[in-house]
């Protein structure tokens, strides 16, 4: 039998369709479940909340005039806090989360000490495009929150 012998039938045209579709249907299927297990979660547990001293936050952190980035090499991770000047700020409190961008699974909440021009934490950690989630807060009491990216090649 030649190929010119065979005939497309209806049968035929509903497996490829059911199969083409099949595959399809697999794959998102598999993309949503991804997408929703490494999803970090909530940023606030109330957004209209959040959203009524947003405008104060950001007025009263911009006046600040803090400039703020990162560095990582060496084992450790190096953040620049600097006022409108370029002079390294020294904060009261200072927390930060570093981590991956896309999932929670490798964060770390390091530990930094303030050098007299930056701070330094020791971490370990592998290439890639991370987050520092950090909030401070200035000597006069203001907060600051900022989410800063890192990328380590």
């Given at each position: 039998?030649?190929t010119a012998?065979?005939?497309?039938?209806g049968?035929?045209?509903?497996?490829?369709?059911t199969?083409?579709?099949?595959?399809i249907?697999a794959?998102?299927l598999a993309?949503a479940f991804?997408?929703?297990?490494t999803?970090?979660g909530?940023e606030?547990?109330?957004?209209y909340?959040?959203?009524?001293s947003?405008d104060?936050?950001?007025?009263?952190?911009?006046?600040l005039g803090?400039?703020?980035?990162?560095?990582a090499?060496?084992?450790?991770v190096t953040l620049w806090i600097e006022?409108a000047?370029?002079?390294?700020?020294?904060?009261?409190?200072?927390?930060?989360v570093?981590g991956r961008?896309t999932?929670?699974?490798?964060?770390?909440e390091?530990?930094?000490?303030?050098?007299g021009?930056?701070?330094?934490?020791?971490?370990?950690?592998?290439?890639?495009?991370?987050?520092?989630?950090?909030?401070?807060?200035?000597l006069d009491?203001t907060?600051?929150?900022?989410?800063v990216i890192?990328?380590?090649?």
């Open positions: 039998m030649t012998d065979r005939k497309l039938t049968w035929h045209v509903l497996a490829i369709f199969g083409a579709f099949g595959v249907i794959v998102n993309l991804n997408a929703v297990s999803f970090p909530l606030v547990r109330n957004s909340v959040a959203s009524q947003f104060a936050r950001r007025d009263a952190q911009q006046a803090w400039q703020v980035r990162a560095e090499g060496g084992g450790q006022d000047g370029g002079r390294p700020v020294q904060v009261t409190e200072l927390h930060a570093l961008a999932h929670v699974k490798d964060d770390l390091p530990a930094f000490t303030f050098t021009r930056n701070y330094v934490a020791a971490a370990q950690i592998g290439p890639g495009n991370w987050n520092v989630r950090m909030t401070a807060r200035a009491g907060p600051f929150a900022q989410r890192l990328r380590v090649e």
